[in-house]
Every structure is written in C-alpha cells, then in structure tokens.
C-alpha cells in the first residue's frame, strides 16, 4: 500500500506562511527574470490565468483581479521541501521523494488499521509544522495512489482518499485517460483512437497488446491500475553529473562579467556536488545569446574540461572554468545565458590517490566553506570570481525575503 502526499499550490503556499494576509487571495509566481506564470493558487486560477503565459500578456488581468505577484524564490522553495520531507521521513523508513513538493510513501511495513486516519495525521503535522497544506492519496500501487491524490485534490474537502477494491472501477471510470500518471495528452490522443478514453478503459485493456503497440512501461501501467504494483520505491542516487545555469538580468557583454557568472555557477555546481560526497573529473562550459536577438547573429558555443585529476575543491574548478570561458568568447555580442555542468562525477569512496601526485584538494578548506555558509547564510562566504555586485543576475524584482535561510531576512514578529 501506497501513500502520496503532495503539497497543495506549493510555491504560493510557501509564500502565504510568512504572509497570512494572502490566504484566499490570488497569487502567481514567476518564471526566471519574471518570464511566465509557473505557478497559480487555486483563486488565480479561478479567474482564469493561464498557466505558462508571459507575465506582460495577463499583466492587465492581474492588476484588475489584484492577484499578488511574486518572483520565484527558490531558496525558499526548496528549504520548505527539505523540511516537509524530513517530516515525512518520521511517519515510514520507506519513501521516495518523487519532487520538490511530491513524495511516496510505502504503508505496508507498519501496523495501520485505518490508512486515512493515519493519513490525516500526517497532514496535519505537516501543516502544523510548516504551514503548508497538503493532500494525500492511498492506494495499492504508485499509479493509484496518484489516482487518488488527483480525486483528493479535485472531489474531497479533506484533501484525503483511499482507493480500494470496492470503488477503483468507479473512481477510474470517473478520470479520463490522459490524466492517468505517465500518459499524457500526446499518449492519450494515440489511446483514444484506438476507443481507450478512461482510465477505466485502460485498465481493462489487453497488457500485452499495450507493450506491443508502446512500450513495457505502458504494459506497467496497465497492471498498476489491476492493482498489480510494478512500480517500487526508487533509491535516490547520486547524480553523474550537476549543472547551474540561468538566464541574464540584463544584456552581458563583456568578458569579466561573463567570468564571474561562470565563476558563481561553479560554485553553486560544487556545493551540489559536495553535498552528495563526489568529485568531478571534467567540467562543460557553454555560452549563448538569445535566438530571439534580430540585431546579431545566434552564437552558441561550449567546450569541456577533463582534469588531471578528480577534483571537488571551488577554487580549482573555478579556475578551469575561467580558463576555458576565454577559449569560446566571442566579443561585441550580448550574451542571454552561461553555464557549468561538472561531468563524469565519483564517489569520494572510490577515489583512489596517487602516491606520485598528490590531490590537489583543499579538503580541510572545502568543509569549512560549506559549513560556514550552512549555519549563516547561502554566500556569506564566496570566491572574490563571481562579483560583488552580480547586476548580471535574473531579474526577480518581486521576490520575496529567504525567511528561513538568511539571518538578515528572518519574519519579524510583533507584539500588540
């Protein structure tokens, strides 16, 4: 038996727990350099605003519907994920973190009588916790726990519901096919024509024909729906390789501060990849200008670094990574974005020394930033390479304040 807890518009949730002003009011939240509309309260998307619109094109409607608007905050998002799914690492030893506000849960190893009273449980610790409500599906397989999670958060007030025996013909009748999980609307067009238009339908369908005229993982989700779990819990494994990339603020010319770009997504890219206890043996450096530019020529170039040996010390990548983003600029054009992808990652484990050359690793250096930066604030410490002022950043002009990660910006409380 399976769990789904997933958090309910989290990115506007996330923006209501330090602002309770905002609960029933409409929110978006912006892409990077406030593109697009990535995400919507259940209000804003009541009075209609599409998800994925550029901001200047649903600007009017905002301001009339005075939906609050906010840029991404990452920072933030992803703190209040770490600490939901710390939480729901007390309730099982069994979970997958399936994304930033999604996770599996597997039931079968505790001794519960009532999975939704259970459940209840765990949604109210989370929202007393965090502030951040949740819904959670339960069912016999992965596939009908997110079936279930798609009924709590469309059909229940509670934001809980179990399928089992006795309703799942009903509950897969009621879903159209495309919103079953791993479909889609271009796999649903292809199952509709062959008259598989519910959820229903495709759980009666024929496993081997479906693996004949797709694939086996559609052959699994037709036993999925049969109550035959196909799918298990997956372990979290080390990446092989880590990227940090973004879109510029503003039009970037000049080399320098192209360098210090690629600088602080070096370093970003070494934080990720020291957290998961790895080292890099190479390291891609790519540069472009935007396609949408009618005053220059699309230029998009990109060279790869292979180091002498395995590396995870900041200093010592950045400084390839310097070196290598002379080899591809190109002067006089406006550059849109720039990137570091550290590649062909190792675990610190099966490092092996080399007793004629020594590791040039500052190890000793490398804990102390991290932990410096982990107990103050993300850059409170930073290589003097990626800038001090960073005008080269997306734009977020409507972000709000790292509530939980930086001292400076902590929720201030008043008494009256």
């Given at each position: 038996?399976?769990?789904?807890?997933?958090?309910?518009?989290?990115?506007?949730?996330?923006?209501?727990?330090?602002?309770?002003?905002?609960?029933h009011?409409?929110?978006?939240?912006?892409?990077?350099?406030?593109?697009?509309?990535?995400?919507?309260?259940?209000?804003?998307?009541?009075?209609?605003?599409?998800?994925?619109?550029?901001?200047?094109?649903?600007?009017?409607?905002?301001?009339?519907?005075h939906?609050?608007?906010?840029?991404?905050?990452?920072?933030?998002?992803?703190?209040?994920?770490?600490r939901?799914?710390?939480?729901?690492?007390?309730?099982?030893?069994e979970?997958e973190?399936?994304?930033i506000?999604?996770?599996?849960?597997?039931?079968?190893?505790?001794?519960?009588?009532?999975?939704?009273?259970?459940?209840?449980?765990?949604?109210?610790?989370?929202?007393?916790?965090?502030?951040?409500?949740?819904?959670?599906?339960?069912?016999?397989?992965?596939?009908?726990?997110?079936?279930?999670?798609?009924?709590?958060k469309k059909?229940?007030?509670?934001?809980l519901?179990?399928i089992h025996?006795?309703?799942?013909?009903?509950?897969?009748?009621?879903?159209?096919?495309?919103?079953?999980?791993?479909?889609?609307?271009?796999?649903?067009?292809?199952?509709?024509?062959?008259?598989?238009?519910?959820?229903?339908?495709?759980?009666?369908?024929?496993?081997?024909?479906?693996?004949?005229?797709?694939?086996?993982?559609?052959?699994?989700?037709?036993?999925?729906?049969?109550?035959?779990?196909?799918?298990?819990?997956?372990?979290?494994?080390?990446?092989?390789?880590?990227?940090?990339?973004?879109?510029?603020?503003?039009?970037?010319?000049?080399?320098?501060?192209?360098?210090?770009?690629?600088?602080?997504?070096?370093?970003?890219?070494?934080?990720?990849?020291?957290?998961?206890?790895?080292?890099a043996?190479?390291?891609?450096?790519?540069?472009?200008?935007?396609?949408?530019?009618?005053?220059?020529?699309?230029?998009?170039?990109?060279?790869?670094?292979?180091?002498?040996s395995?590396?995870?010390?900041?200093?010592?990548?950045?400084?390839?990574?310097?070196?290598?983003?002379?080899?591809?600029?190109c002067?006089?054009?406006?550059?849109?974005?720039?990137?570091?992808?550290?590649?062909?990652l190792?675990d610190?484990?099966?490092?092996?020394?080399?007793?004629?050359?020594?590791?040039?690793?500052?190890?000793?250096?490398?804990?102390?930033?991290?932990?410096?930066?982990?107990?103050?604030?993300?850059g409170?410490?930073?290589?003097?390479?990626e800038?001090?002022?960073?005008?080269?950043?997306?734009?977020?002009?409507?972000?709000?304040?790292?509530?939980?990660?930086?001292?400076?910006?902590l929720?201030?409380?008043?008494?009256?």
């Amino acid at each position: 038996m399976y769990a789904l807890v997933d958090c309910n518009n989290f990115y506007a949730s996330c923006e209501r727990v330090f602002n309770p002003a905002l609960k029933h009011k409409p929110i978006v939240i912006l892409s990077n350099n406030d593109g697009c509309v990535i995400a919507r309260s259940n209000e804003a998307k009541a009075i209609g605003i599409p998800m994925g619109l550029p901001y200047f094109q649903c600007k009017t409607l905002i301001e009339q519907s005075h939906t609050h608007v906010f840029s991404s905050n990452y920072t933030l998002y992803g703190d209040m994920s770490s600490r939901i799914m710390s939480l729901l690492s007390a309730f099982t030893p069994e979970y997958e973190i399936y994304s930033i506000d999604e996770a599996f849960l597997k039931l079968d190893s505790l001794a519960i009588q009532d999975h939704l009273v259970y459940a209840s449980k765990i949604q109210q610790h989370i929202l007393k916790s965090t502030g951040i409500p949740v819904s959670v599906g339960i069912g016999p397989t992965k596939t009908l726990a997110k079936v279930a999670n798609y009924i709590a958060k469309k059909k229940t007030l509670l934001g809980l519901f179990e399928i089992h025996a006795a309703n799942v013909e009903e509950m897969l009748a009621s879903l159209a096919v495309e919103d079953i999980w791993g479909i889609g609307n271009n796999l649903g067009k292809r199952l509709r024509q062959m008259h598989i238009h519910s959820a229903l339908d495709f759980k009666q369908a024929s496993p081997v024909k479906m693996r004949k005229q797709f694939s086996v993982v559609v052959e699994k989700i037709v036993h999925e729906l049969n109550s035959l779990s196909c799918l298990g819990l997956n372990e979290i494994e080390p990446k092989q390789s880590i990227t940090s990339s973004r879109s510029f603020g503003i039009k970037v010319t000049e080399l320098a501060r192209l360098k210090e770009a690629i600088a602080y997504h070096s370093t970003i890219a070494c934080t990720k990849m020291r957290k998961q206890h790895s080292f890099a043996r190479g390291i891609y450096v790519f540069i472009k200008t935007s396609k949408h530019n009618e005053k220059q020529p699309y230029y998009r170039n990109a060279i790869t670094v292979t180091f002498e040996s395995p590396l995870n010390d900041t200093g010592l990548i950045i400084q390839q990574a310097l070196q290598a983003i002379e080899k591809i600029f190109c002067p006089h054009l406006s550059y849109h974005k720039a990137g570091v992808m550290l590649l062909d990652l190792i675990d610190a484990s099966l490092l092996q020394p080399d007793l004629f050359s020594p590791s040039p690793n500052r190890v000793i250096l490398m804990e102390a930033l991290d932990k410096i930066n982990a107990k103050f604030q993300k850059g409170a410490l930073f290589y003097a390479a990626e800038g001090i002022q960073k005008k080269w950043q997306m734009k977020r002009g409507k972000k709000s304040s790292d509530f939980t990660t930086n001292w400076k910006e902590l929720a201030i409380a008043y008494a009256k």
